[in-house]
């Protein structure tokens, strides 16, 4: 089927299913959702798609497990965590990265101003970042002198912004606390207490002074700049260089029972993140004005564009050049990478949400059995006979896992090779070991 509009391909796909509704939650990161609607790709591929938002993670993930939704643009965490069966257990399934990076850690002014005394500055009396959470461990033992907890929000149990909080956090010597099996809070052993607030919330619960920090995707934290209440302290391109943020998520049974309908999404989706990075960048303006409509995100077009377009503002006045805050398709971005997913179950295991010791070939299995790398390159494989895009943008020879994330391209200068998880996992200081296990509110185990 097609509208008449968008002219089908001599190789179209024959699609099982061609209406489709799928979810997002407002964020710029859904942007290859809005563009692959936007720009005509999903009627390219001869679907016809509703996007429709939801009120926050968990109402998302189970609409798509229902049925409700056929996909949705979901945390890289959530497909992994409900495969696995940690929260809502259901076999869902990835052919499609939607972006890296696009995160921040944000701070109240109080807190800020706490903080700036133990921060270093340039030449040009500016603080020198990436800014470390060794500087706001003073902060956070101010409060416990003062018998007061330290309460900071992150958007979900098993989201990025949880793992690149407690990542941070941890490098400074501040423990995030555990889960366990009998206690889901995450604050066993804690130093900070973090917990829950859906990302538009968070700027007016820190302007309460329920928080004194979170972290969050855009435009969350610009929000808090533009509002004058707080101050983002760190990317997360600055704490994890290129982590995967966003994936799309669909059930193992609709991607088994709807093969053809998923290469097509894919091949869409391909196209949308395709153009909001070529030229450099040059149709991101055109983004943040579809991004800012109601439907979408529904931000001011100055808070989306003070990160979708090459900057990032950290003090108010303070912005700077981050050009991969946001990366959509540059750098394989799209390309689902089984050490992507390897680093997430890493960090379940650390902190706990894995109660117990796996071997490496558990973290290699989990992670083959949620992302579809196979699916995304054939949708790749279409798309560069099709003239649509480069062969050169794809790793075809890949394996499906990274090379080893540096040391330099880390906060805490421990690098990351995806396939050896164990010997990662124990090279970390704060987070349990190999044959640890929490027992009540400690750590047990060799």
Do not use: C
Not at 74 to 99: K, R, Y
Request: charged fraction near 20%.
């Amino acid at each position: 089927m097609t509208t008449g509009l968008f002219p089908a391909h001599a190789d179209m796909l024959d699609v099982e299913k061609d209406e489709l509704k799928f979810g997002f939650i407002k964020l710029t990161d859904m942007a290859p959702l809005a563009i692959a609607y936007e720009k005509g790709f999903f009627e390219d591929e001869g679907l016809f798609v509703t996007l429709e938002p939801q009120a926050n993670w968990k109402v998302l993930l189970d609409r798509v497990i229902t049925g409700e939704l056929d996909g949705a643009h979901m945390l890289s965490g959530q497909p992994i965590a409900a495969t696995i069966g940690f929260g809502t257990p259901a076999h869902i399934v990835t052919p499609f990265t939607m972006d890296l990076n696009g995160n921040a850690i944000t701070v109240s002014n109080d807190v800020w101003a706490m903080m700036k005394p133990h921060i270093p500055t340039d030449a040009d009396g500016k603080s020198v970042h990436p800014v470390k959470s060794d500087t706001l461990k003073p902060v956070i033992d101010q409060f416990r002198a003062e018998g007061k907890p330290f309460n900071m929000g992150m958007v979900f149990p098993v989201s990025t912004h949880n793992y690149e909080l407690r990542y941070w956090l941890a490098a400074g010597n501040i423990h995030p606390g555990y889960y366990s099996p009998t206690d889901i809070s995450g604050q066993i052993k804690a130093d900070a207490l973090l917990s829950v607030t859906p990302p538009p919330q968070m700027p007016s619960t820190l302007e309460a002074g329920t928080i004194h920090g979170y972290s969050v995707g855009e435009p969350w934290n610009q929000q808090a700049v533009f509002k004058g209440i707080g101050v983002p302290v760190v990317t997360d391109y600055d704490i994890f260089k290129n982590r995967s943020e966003k994936v799309f998520g669909i059930t193992a049974d609709f991607a088994k029972q709807n093969p053809n309908t998923t290469l097509a999404l894919t091949k869409a989706l391909i196209r949308a993140a395709q153009w909001l990075d070529e030229g450099d960048n040059a149709n991101r303006m055109e983004a943040v004005e579809i991004l800012s409509r109601p439907e979408y995100v529904g931000a001011d077009k100055e808070v989306i564009a003070n990160s979708m377009t090459g900057t990032f503002e950290y003090e108010k006045g303070d912005k700077r050049d981050v050009p991969d805050f946001n990366v959509f398709y540059r750098h394989f971005a799209t390309y689902p990478y089984y050490s992507d997913a390897v680093w997430y179950l890493t960090q379940m295991r650390r902190w706990g949400q894995i109660a117990e010791h796996k071997d490496d070939a558990w973290y290699a299995e989990a992670a083959k059995s949620v992302y579809l790398p196979d699916i995304y390159l054939e949708a790749a494989k279409m798309l560069v006979e099709e003239g649509h895009v480069a062969e050169a943008d794809f790793p075809w020879g890949s394996d499906g896992y990274r090379p080893t994330t540096p040391a330099t391209d880390v906060i805490d200068g421990i690098p990351f090779d995806g396939k050896q998880p164990n010997a990662y996992i124990d090279s970390l200081p704060i987070g349990l070991k190999s044959g640890q296990i929490i027992d009540g509110n400690e750590v047990a185990g060799s």
